[in-house]
């Protein structure tokens, strides 16, 4: 079967450093994605990681291991405006590659 | 804007009516999605169309039924549902394989209600 874990909540200050981790179950990987979806807006692409190692975009960063099938979302200096969900999903080669399954995403609480 | 618009917003229908879901995306993208979205769940995939043919279908009930007439736009038909299909329903495209399609744009959603 294919499943993805992921904490369901996490709590940081303003100006803070934090990290969400995605674990992954897949029959066929072929990348892990990160989406970040406000209260009420659509999900919208973060960062994609084919291959190990960490991927850098501004304030945030990916990370990839396909030995340990694990993957993490690093958010610096935090801003009230990341409070937000965030998913990660994989991409299942075993269909072709066009089924992406997702986490049950992380609540990102970000405190003054 | 995502460049992916869905109507309508919100949609409350009775168990015996039948309506649809619209989807159209403006990126010239070939591949679209239908996702559930329901409370404290992942996003289930439904439905997956490529260069207008359903390359995926998840085990969804047949009261849900999508129609894809072009790459550009995207339906789901919607007849005879329950209680537990309210939810929102988020359509998404992304380009081809080999030319970026890992990566999905989604619309904004439509928040059903079925009573």
């Known amino acids: 079967g294919q499943s993805l874990e992921q904490p369901s909540e996490v709590t940081a200050v303003e100006g803070a450093i934090v990290q969400i981790n995605c674990t992954y179950q897949?029959?066929?990987?072929?990348?892990l994605s990160w989406y970040q979806q406000h209260d009420g807006g659509a999900p919208t692409f973060l960062s994609y990681?084919?291959?190990?190692g960490l991927e850098e975009t501004g304030r945030f960063s990916s990370f990839l291991s396909r030995s340990d099938s694990y993957g993490y979302l690093l958010l610096q200096e935090l801003q009230m405006k990341d409070s937000a969900s965030y998913f990660c999903?994989?991409?299942?080669?075993?269909?072709?590659?066009?089924?992406?399954?997702f986490g049950a995403g992380t609540r990102l609480f970000v405190k003054a | 804007e995502t460049g992916v618009t869905q109507t309508p917003r919100h949609l409350v229908m009775g168990m015996t009516n039948k309506k649809s879901l619209k989807c159209e995306q403006h990126?010239?993208?070939?591949?679209m999605y239908w996702y559930k979205q329901s409370a404290k769940k992942p996003l289930e995939l439904m439905f997956v169309?490529?260069?207008?043919?359903?390359?995926e279908n998840n085990s969804v009930p047949s009261r849900f039924s999508p129609e894809c007439p072009n790459s550009s736009h995207l339906f789901l038909h919607l007849h005879t549902l329950q209680p537990e299909d309210s939810a929102l329903y988020l359509c998404?495209?992304?380009?081809?394989?080999?030319?970026?399609?890992?990566?999905?744009?989604f619309g904004s959603g439509t928040q059903l209600s079925v009573l």
């Open positions: 998404a495209s992304s380009q081809g394989k080999g030319q970026g399609y890992e990566k999905l744009f």
């Open positions: 897949t029959s066929g990987f072929y990348g």
């Open positions: 990681n084919a291959l190990d």
């Open positions: 999903a994989v991409r299942d080669e075993a269909t072709g590659g066009f089924k992406t399954i």
């Open positions: 990126l010239g993208h070939n591949a």
């Open positions: 169309y490529s260069l207008e043919e359903r390359v």
